[in-house]
């Protein structure tokens, strides 16, 4: 989870991802219906507390009614909540945020410094249970409150006046601008915290907005809801859309259907329907900055302790005829967690993932002799014959149909392995990951900025997002030291990150799949979708027309 920019002499280049708008003419017709947009999610909205949103149809939603210090406009990083950048101590600690003076809530009250002093205070405490709290560290004493050994009131935030917001950090965060504008440094208002209680962020009442759009007639149960603009909202003008109608479309048949009967604006489709689309005037594709990958539960199946038996799973996918036959949907390979195009080093303009990524490439490569070869002395070391796991994914198409291709091609390899089934809503699926309560999981993981620490960070040992909790020390010593010793030397950080990335892959604590490509149905009326490094949309500024 984090984000990007420039800083410490490393270039964070990321394209704008553009959805060109093309296919059929909105069906719609006058001011107040064409200034509508009508779009679909995969699966429902689980959380609108900023501390909380543990997924990407969340963390848009909060994009749209929420506004922090800083967004993204396409890769363009842009002041929100605060009036211009930040001015930056010359040892790069100490960061001082003044806020628009004309931005309020929803209710009217006006949002101040304090709000984000409570907020960020509130999801480093303990008694939050944020799984995001890590990614405050650096900030001055983050480590010791969310250890339990602090208490939150001493992170380094300061309201210095109703205006002026200052944040203190440990140590030197070349992306912390970009960080600031992951959903999670969010600030809330305080007396709708304490109103709502428990029921915080559960349902639209419980919510006051400083964003674009306004939630209505949502609960987290619903399967539809309706963002409204915010006219409180600083740049309200800029917000040309007056209504987003949000649907939960787990079918793709169903997507086309609601697309070409005018119900949709915008359809997220895949596999044989995608293939059947792609020469329609309205077919699209988007590459995002998501990878998907396998993650193995070693604890709850003592067979997958062993290198090889990793190793062999993960080559005996044929990725490339995966990739074509089963998703359709422009997503390509990938030889480690880390997507191609996230970080660039600006000394060298090479690429992290494609530059890493060839020296394990070997671990992705489809070799069905080989992978026979390691299962079966995996097996011998392990000293067992056979062994059986449960395979647990997304009960969309997409999660529905890599289960079956998994399966098929894993127990077509292996006659030792029994691999059984199991589809999930997506909210089950993260909550089977905290708990680690899953044999081996199809996971996925969506850049919050360009900088491949977003994604390794996430397997250090004890990290509230190492679902399989995978362990390895120097990896760990790796990781620390780019954040810590070598956080300013771009050549040395950039080496401890490459070293950490190849070491996940060689060790299999995942088994990269693919990065994620969207194939869209899209109408000629909607302009300026432009999707961030986050693979977020920002709808300011966008037009259905």
């Known amino acids: 989870m984090k984000k990007q920019y420039l800083v410490a002499g490393i270039t964070l280049l990321t394209s704008a991802l553009v959805l060109t708008a093309c296919g059929q003419k909105s069906t719609q017709s006058g001011q107040a219906k064409t200034q509508t947009v009508s779009r679909m999610v995969k699966d429902v909205l689980t959380s609108m507390d900023p501390a909380q949103a543990p997924d990407n149809v969340s963390m848009q939603t909060l994009t749209d009614t929420m506004a922090g210090l800083y967004r993204y406009h396409g890769n363009k990083l842009q002041p929100d909540m605060a009036a211009r950048r930040a001015t930056i101590s010359a040892d790069q600690k100490n960061y001082t945020f003044h806020l628009r003076k004309n931005a309020r809530w929803s209710d009217g009250k006006r949002v101040t410094a304090n709000d984000f002093v409570y907020s960020w205070r509130r999801t480093v405490d303990p008694a939050t249970k944020s799984e995001y709290a890590y990614v405050f560290s650096g900030i001055k004493n983050a480590d010791t409150i969310t250890a339990g050994t602090a208490k939150p009131d001493s992170l380094g935030v300061t309201a210095v006046n109703a205006t002026t917001f200052k944040v203190t950090l440990d140590h030197v965060i070349p992306y912390f601008e970009s960080l600031v504008t992951l959903n999670v440094f969010d600030p809330v208002e305080e007396s709708a915290v304490r109103k709502a209680g428990s029921q915080f962020g559960t349902k639209s009442s419980t919510l006051t907005f400083n964003g674009p759009y306004r939630l209505t007639k949502w609960s987290n149960a619903n399967n539809s809801w309706t963002e409204t603009k915010n006219p409180d909202y600083w740049n309200a003008k800029n917000v040309h859309v007056k209504r987003i109608n949000v649907q939960v479309v787990k079918d793709t048949s169903t997507a086309v259907n609601l697309f070409q009967a005018g119900k949709l604006d915008d359809a997220i489709i895949s596999g044989d329907t995608a293939t059947q689309m792609v020469n329609d005037k309205a077919y699209n594709t988007v590459k995002l900055q998501r990878s998907y990958f396998i993650e193995m539960n070693q604890s709850k199946v003592p067979a997958l302790r062993n290198q090889k038996v990793r190793e062999a799973l993960s080559l005996a996918i044929n990725r490339t005829q995966y990739l074509k036959k089963v998703l359709s949907d422009g997503s390509s390979r990938i030889n480690t967690v880390v997507p191609v ?6 000394q060298t ?36 014959s056979k062994f059986s796991f449960t395979l647990t994914s997304d009960d969309t198409d997409a999660g529905k149909n890599t289960l079956e291709y998994l399966q098929g091609a894993w127990t077509k390899a292996f006659p030792q392995v029994t691999v059984n089934a199991k589809t999930v809503p997506a909210k089950t699926r993260l909550d089977l990951g905290r708990k680690h309560n899953f044999d081996v999981l199809l996971a996925t993981w969506g850049a919050d900025f360009p900088d491949a620490i977003t994604y390794l960070d ?18 760990d010593r790796l990781i620390a030291a780019s954040k810590t010793t070598d956080v300013t ?9 490459t070293q950490a990335n190849q070491i996940l892959t060689r060790d299999m604590g995942i088994i990269p799949l693919y990065q994620s490509g969207e194939a869209h149905l899209t109408n000629t009326s909607i302009q300026g979708l432009h999707y961030s490094p986050n693979n977020l949309v920002d709808f300011v500024g966008v037009t259905n027309k």
């Open 341 to 346: 195009g996230l970080f660039t080093n600006s």
């Open 489 to 497: 030397s771009v050549s040395r950080r950039w080496q401890d990150l």
């Open 458 to 475: 996430l397997f250090t040992t004890g990290n509230a997002n190492n679902d399989g909790q995978w362990s390895n020390q120097e990896y």
């Open 349 to 384: 303009g090479k690429d992290f993932a494609t530059t890493s990524g060839k020296a394990v490439s070997g671990y992705t490569q489809y070799d069905l002799a080989k992978a026979k070869r390691l299962m079966k002395a995996g097996l011998k070391e392990a000293g067992i």
